[in-house]
């Protein structure tokens, strides 16, 4: 507690069905036990009060020496103000009004105490009679003591460390001969240890053994997915790999297969001579001025056909995912989203859903979806590992991780 603090208290019917307690903390109250004139004693109100009332007087004395200052310049633009008599008698205005900027070190840092009966003090009597009546007789120099306060006005200091992923030896670079036959031919084989659906980290993440409840499209190539050597590489790990390079076949199939750069590389002559198949620029949308690359119309080799052409909606949705897209394309896509996360916004009237908006199958109202169990925490950890460690959480896929459904304006603003 402050003399402020006693100062700012109601009194009002105070000893008539009221009454006030002090709290203070242990240097106010050694300070108030200083002051007391029996040590003995205990802390009472008058002892509480005579403490509020010197600390007062002590600040009225720390700060004389700022108000005598104030009261000195005042004094010298006014007297040089009434002195002043037409606009080309600048030089007693600027005297007065304009100061030293810069000083030496031994006037910032040399100054002691000065009498008050210096010529500058006596040269105002109602200063002079003013510090009298308060009882002091030497004052600090004003500037020593904004000095000191400079010196005092610490900044906060912040140093950032960033963790860094734990050293690994990368995987070497195949090109598995399905993927070759796939760029040759059109048709992916049936069955292939070397392609896997794109998701397939997120259920190795989560150690389920059962079969996966992600969409088995798109795909992804094992030198896509494996990124550094040992038994658990293909899991969600800092060394995860960007998606910027899909593989797509002939309209009506609708296959897509993400490949690492080395693939793409590597298998561009081939796209090139046959035309199997067709290779797609591909970048997620992290910001919201950013054009958006899931349609997989932006560029790609060959050239695409006559009759329109777009990637279906599912697998625009999970290469969104799995890359780390923060913005939707339109509220089809939101909805989307939402309903196969199944979330509470896509639920209306649900009785029942989990902390992180996550609605059981025995609760849903809207479309079904293929998962069992809330798939929130598994797609923040694969975002958080996407951006490396920047916020993401007042995106539009920020918002709805963490049970905020858009706003009516967010939603406006997407196209149908």
């Known amino acids: 507690m402050t003399n402020q603090d006693v100062g700012c208290m109601?009194?009002?019917?105070?000893?008539?069905?009221?009454?006030?307690?002090?709290?203070?903390?242990?240097?106010?109250?050694?300070?108030?036990?200083?002051?007391?004139?029996?040590?003995?004693?205990?802390?009472?109100?008058?002892?509480?009060?005579?403490?509020?009332?010197?600390?007062?007087?002590?600040?009225?004395?720390?700060?004389?020496?700022?108000?005598?200052?104030?009261?000195?310049?005042?004094?010298?633009?006014?007297?040089?103000?009434?002195?002043?008599?037409?606009?080309?008698?600048?030089?007693?205005?600027?005297?007065?009004?304009?100061?030293?900027?810069?000083?030496?070190?031994?006037?910032m840092y040399g100054a002691t105490p000065g009498d008050i009966t210096s010529p500058e003090m006596c040269s105002v009597p109602s200063i002079r009679e003013r510090i009298a009546?308060?009882?002091?007789?030497?004052?600090?120099?004003?500037?020593?003591?904004?000095?000191?306060?400079?010196?005092?006005?610490?900044?906060?200091?912040?140093?950032?460390?960033?963790?860094?992923?734990?050293?690994?030896?990368?995987?070497?670079?195949?090109?598995?001969?399905?993927?070759?036959?796939?760029?040759?031919?059109?048709?992916?084989?049936?069955?292939?240890?070397?392609?896997?659906?794109?998701?397939?980290?997120?259920?190795?993440?989560?150690?389920?053994?059962?079969?996966?409840e992600w969409s088995p499209s798109p795909?992804?190539?094992?030198?896509?997915?494996t990124t550094i050597r040992g038994s658990n590489n293909n899991g969600l790990t800092d060394y995860l790999r960007p998606v910027n390079w899909i593989l797509s076949s002939r309209p009506g199939k609708d296959c897509t297969v993400v490949i690492s750069p080395y693939e793409a590389n590597e298998l561009l002559p081939i796209i090139r001579q046959l035309k199997k198949v067709r290779l797609h620029v591909y970048a997620p949308r992290v910001t919201l001025s950013m054009r958006s690359f899931s349609d997989l119309t932006f560029h790609t080799i060959p050239d695409p056909p006559a009759e329109p052409w777009s990637a279906p909606m599912h697998a625009r949705i999970q290469l969104n995912l799995f890359s780390g897209q923060l913005y939707f394309d339109s509220r089809e896509e939101y909805v989307r989203v939402c309903e196969l996360l199944a979330l509470s916004m896509a639920h209306p009237g649900a009785e029942y859903c989990e902390i992180d908006g996550f609605v059981p199958p025995q609760h849903r109202t809207g479309r079904s979806s293929p998962f069992a169990i809330s798939k929130i925490d598994i797609l923040k950890v694969l975002i958080s590992l996407r951006r490396k460690g920047m916020g993401y959480n007042r995106t539009h896929l920020g918002q709805i991780l963490n049970a905020s459904p858009l706003s009516k304006e967010t939603l406006s603003g997407l196209p149908s």
């Open 10 to 107: 109601r009194m009002r019917q105070l000893g008539k069905g009221h009454s006030v307690m002090f709290f203070a903390p242990g240097e106010v109250d050694r300070r108030i036990r200083d002051l007391r004139p029996s040590q003995m004693a205990p802390v009472r109100v008058p002892d509480v009060l005579r403490w509020a009332m010197h600390e007062t007087c002590e600040d009225i004395r720390h700060h004389l020496p700022q108000w005598a200052q104030q009261g000195l310049d005042h004094n010298k633009r006014f007297a040089a103000y009434k002195e002043y008599k037409s606009p080309e008698d600048l030089e007693n205005l600027q005297s007065s009004w304009l100061q030293r900027e810069s000083r030496t070190v031994e006037e």
């Open 133 to 212: 009546r308060l009882g002091v007789t030497k004052l600090v120099d004003v500037r020593m003591a904004e000095e000191q306060e400079r010196e005092v006005g610490h900044e906060v200091e912040q140093e950032r460390q960033v963790e860094r992923p734990p050293k690994a030896q990368p995987a070497s670079h195949v090109i598995h001969k399905d993927i070759l036959k796939f760029v040759s031919t059109g048709n992916l084989p049936w069955s292939s240890s070397h392609i896997s659906p794109l998701l397939a980290p997120l259920d190795m993440a989560e150690a389920l053994n059962s079969a996966t």
């Open 219 to 225: 795909l992804a190539t094992a030198d896509f997915i």
